[in-house]
Structure formats: structure tokens, C-alpha cells
């Protein structure tokens, strides 16, 4: 049987919030660049850009909004490694992780590698950063990426994250879980998938985070995250882990610019969906501290 995702989002959504979200899939986006500090700085950057024509505006220390995503793609810096191309809901993610160099990170399922590229960015390429990617194909591309991008202070691993709980018990400060899922605020309505389907994903996303947890540090913060809509996949993750054997708290984000919804979890409403728009794709965060 199909999910029926329309129907879905309507028990989620305002009629105002569903059309917004509808628009900004179909609508081609601004792209945001993630300034890579480790080769750059804003002004080489920016004197880059006037240089080449690419009209941006800066959002904040790390970030801008480019125009034409073609012409920064083209860019002699783009293939030098000084900025990377990024939606800017993604990047929200690892900057809600407070990362510092003093913290010993975790990218759970790593690949392509902006966010890891992110999270080196933040920790100023020192400090330990583990990145772990199941499939191989996907491992080397991660592999070139942080490469390109000359990350030093990470450890790459080709495992299945469903084993880092039980081989690095409570090892890490922070860990970031951008779970797989079934994209659909990236493929669009139009895609169809099974309800089985989205059960199975769910499933593996709660074992994931279950993973994540025992490898998290009494303390330590964690963040969840999704590029879909369901409640399967989003609350219910973070509700399955809120009544198991870890005692944790759901924590405030900061998502600057953009506009949100709060997601309910329990009594809880600190979660957010980011509703997408011309400049960000709509996405699902969750940030979560682990006291015992």
C-alpha cells in the first residue's frame, strides 16, 4: 500500500505551511556556499567572487547566499576547495552541534562530507572528528571530498553505524546523525513510496539512534536529523528513544533565518521542521542531551 503523503502533511501542516512547502519544491533555489576557513578567508573569498562576477550576500561568518548556483559551481575556488556548495538547512545542522576542537566528533553516516567539511570548519582542523560511511562508493567520494577540502583532524571509517555504540561505548562529546530516509523534501511529492517501506526506514533510523546514544558521552549532545516530512521518521524516532533505557532532554535550536514549525514530542516542543523556501530545503532537526 502507498503512503499517502499528502494526506499525511495535512494532520502536520497549515494549509499556508503545505503550499509553502509545495512551492519550494518546485521553484529553483539560491544556493548557499559554506566558506571553507581552513583555505580561506572571507575577504579572499569574497574579492574571489567580485573578481568573477557571482553576486552574494553574507549570512553570517561562514555562509552566503549566491544567486546563480551554476556560476559557483564553475568557480576556479569551488575546484580549489575554498567554499563548498551546501543547502543552508544542512549546514544548520552541524552549526547547532557547537562543535570545538576541544570535543571529540562524531559524523555518523558521513558521505558526501559537507557537513564533516563543516564540522572540521568549527573545530578549527584539530580535535578528533570520526566519519563513518557504510557504503564504499560513497566512503571514497567522502574519502576525496575531505581531501579536496584539506580536513586533517578526521578519522574515516567504512562501518555500519549500527555498530558504533557497541565498539566506542560513550567515546564521544557530539555526534551529528543525518539519517537516511526517504527524502521527500528533496524528491518531492511526486515520488511514491511504500508504507512498509517508510516502517523499514524507521525502524533503522531508531537503531541508528539507539547506536548513537551509546556511543554519546553522559553530557553529550547529539544531533537528529532528516531531509522528510513523516512523523515516522522524525517524532517518532525521538519519542522511541525518550522511552528507552537513556535519560535524555530535547534542547532549543538556533535556525537563524529561517522559518519553522515546532514539532510536539510529548510535553516537548523545542524540535523544529524547517518549512522550505526559495534559499532552504524543508528538513527536520532535533537536538538531544544525554544525562544518563
Given at each position: 500500500?502507498?503512503?499517502?503523503l499528502?494526506?499525511e502533511?495535512?494532520?502536520i501542516y497549515?494549509v499556508?505551511?503545505?503550499?509553502?512547502?509545495?512551492?519550494?519544491?518546485?521553484?529553483?533555489?539560491?544556493?548557499?556556499?559554506?566558506?571553507?576557513?581552513?583555505?580561506?578567508?572571507?575577504k579572499?573569498?569574497?574579492?574571489?567572487?567580485?573578481?568573477?562576477n557571482i553576486?552574494?550576500?553574507?549570512?553570517?561568518?561562514?555562509?552566503y547566499e549566491?544567486?546563480?548556483?551554476?556560476?559557483?559551481?564553475?568557480?576556479?575556488?569551488?575546484?580549489?576547495?575554498?567554499?563548498?556548495?551546501?543547502?543552508?538547512?544542512s549546514?544548520?545542522?552541524?552549526?547547532?552541534?557547537n562543535?570545538?576542537?576541544?570535543?571529540?566528533?562524531l559524523?555518523?553516516c558521513?558521505?558526501?562530507?559537507?557537513?564533516?567539511?563543516?564540522?572540521?570548519?568549527?573545530?578549527?582542523?584539530?580535535?578528533?572528528?570520526?566519519c563513518?560511511?557504510?557504503?564504499?562508493?560513497?566512503?571514497?567520494?567522502?574519502?576525496?571530498?575531505?581531501?579536496n577540502?584539506?580536513?586533517?583532524?578526521?578519522?574515516?571509517?567504512?562501518?555500519?553505524?549500527?555498530?558504533?555504540g557497541?565498539?566506542c561505548p560513550?567515546?564521544?562529546d557530539k555526534?551529528?546523525?543525518?539519517?537516511?530516509?526517504?527524502?521527500?523534501s528533496?524528491?518531492?511529492?511526486?515520488?511514491?513510496r511504500?508504507?512498509?517501506?517508510?516502517?523499514?526506514?524507521?525502524?533503522?533510523?531508531?537503531?541508528?539512534?539507539?547506536?548513537a546514544?551509546n556511543?554519546?558521552?553522559?553530557?553529550?549532545?547529539?544531533?537528529?536529523?532528516?531531509?522528510?516530512?513523516?512523523?515516522?521518521?522524525?517524532?517518532?524516532?525521538?519519542?522511541?528513544?525518550?522511552?528507552?533505557?537513556?535519560?535524555?532532554?530535547?534542547?532549543?535550536?538556533?535556525l537563524?533565518?529561517?522559518?519553522?514549525?515546532?514539532?510536539?514530542i510529548?510535553?516537548?516542543?523545542?524540535?523544529?521542521?524547517?518549512?522550505?523556501?526559495?534559499?532552504a530545503?524543508?528538513?527536520f532537526?532535533?537536538k538531544?542531551?544525554k544525562?544518563?
Amino acid at each position: 500500500m502507498l503512503y499517502d503523503l499528502e494526506n499525511e502533511l495535512k494532520n502536520i501542516y497549515t494549509v499556508d505551511e503545505l503550499e509553502k512547502i509545495k512551492s519550494s519544491l518546485k521553484n529553483d533555489k539560491k544556493a548557499c556556499v559554506f566558506l571553507n576557513k581552513i583555505k580561506c578567508s572571507n575577504k579572499e573569498l569574497e574579492d574571489i567572487f567580485k573578481k568573477e562576477n557571482i553576486k552574494f550576500k553574507k549570512l553570517d561568518k561562514y555562509c552566503y547566499e549566491i544567486d546563480e548556483k551554476s556560476k559557483a559551481s564553475q568557480s576556479v575556488a569551488f575546484k580549489q576547495g575554498l567554499f563548498y556548495i551546501q543547502n543552508f538547512s544542512s549546514y544548520l545542522c552541524a552549526k547547532n552541534l557547537n562543535v570545538s576542537k576541544n570535543d571529540t566528533v562524531l559524523d555518523m553516516c558521513a558521505a558526501p562530507g559537507g557537513k564533516s567539511i563543516n564540522l572540521a570548519n568549527f573545530m578549527d582542523n584539530e580535535g578528533y572528528l570520526s566519519c563513518v560511511e557504510l557504503s564504499k562508493d560513497r566512503f571514497f567520494k567522502l574519502k576525496n571530498n575531505l581531501q579536496n577540502y584539506g580536513v586533517k583532524n578526521a578519522r574515516i571509517f567504512c562501518k555500519n553505524a549500527l555498530s558504533i555504540g557497541k565498539i566506542c561505548p560513550l567515546k564521544f562529546d557530539k555526534i551529528l546523525l543525518d539519517a537516511p530516509c526517504s527524502s521527500f523534501s528533496k524528491l518531492g511529492f511526486s515520488i511514491k513510496r511504500n508504507k512498509k517501506d517508510i516502517k523499514n526506514i524507521a525502524k533503522l533510523q531508531k537503531k541508528l539512534l539507539h547506536s548513537a546514544l551509546n556511543a554519546l558521552k553522559i553530557n553529550g549532545e547529539l544531533i537528529y536529523s532528516t531531509c522528510t516530512f513523516t512523523k515516522e521518521e522524525n517524532e517518532e524516532v525521538i519519542e522511541n528513544a525518550l522511552n528507552s533505557k537513556f535519560k535524555i532532554e530535547i534542547l532549543n535550536l538556533d535556525l537563524d533565518i529561517l522559518e519553522s514549525k515546532k514539532a510536539i514530542i510529548g510535553e516537548n516542543s523545542l524540535a523544529r521542521r524547517i518549512i522550505g523556501n526559495d534559499f532552504a530545503q524543508s528538513f527536520f532537526i532535533c537536538k538531544i542531551r544525554k544525562n544518563g
